[in-house]
């Protein structure tokens, strides 16, 4: 959020857990010049984990009719593959950060 703020100042906003219609929770929502994105943040916990955040982030994405989203995940193992990675699930395109 230090990060992202002085970027979007008077552009657009964030919105730190907002709260969809039905109740659910999202990490965080930034609006800039018109555009929506929505990034899940995740602590690395093992693949089963993993996948039940990505597939929260598609139904987020599902939500808001948006054909993008992003994922930070934070591995703090020690042999982790950091790095930006694009991930096709169905017609949605999400942007993992390993950290």
Same mark, same amino acid.
Request: hydrophobic share 40%.
């Given at each position: 959020?230090?990060?992202?703020?002085?970027?979007? &100042? +008077? @552009?657009?906003?964030?919105? !730190?857990?907002?709260?969809?219609? &039905?109740? #659910?929770?999202?990490?965080? =929502?930034? *609006?800039?010049? $018109? #555009?929506?994105? !929505? =990034?899940?943040?995740?602590?690395?916990? +093992? &693949? @089963?984990?993993? #996948?039940?955040?990505?597939?929260?982030?598609? @139904?987020?994405?599902?939500?808001?009719?948006?054909?993008? $989203?992003?994922?930070?995940?934070?591995?703090?193992?020690?042999?982790?593959?950091? +790095? =930006?990675? #694009?991930?096709?699930? $169905? *017609?949605?395109?999400?942007?993992? @950060? =390993? !950290?």
């Amino acid at each position: 959020m230090l990060f992202l703020k002085p970027i979007i &100042n +008077g @552009a657009g906003s964030c919105y !730190v857990e907002s709260e969809t219609r &039905n109740r #659910e929770r999202m990490e965080l =929502v930034i *609006d800039y010049h $018109g #555009e929506q994105s !929505v =990034v899940k943040m995740k602590i690395w916990r +093992g &693949n @089963a984990y993993h #996948e039940r955040g990505e597939q929260q982030l598609l @139904a987020y994405l599902e939500y808001f009719h948006l054909r993008k $989203g992003y994922m930070l995940s934070f591995n703090f193992n020690q042999k982790k593959e950091i +790095g =930006v990675k #694009e991930i096709l699930l $169905g *017609d949605k395109l999400l942007i993992e @950060a =390993v !950290v």
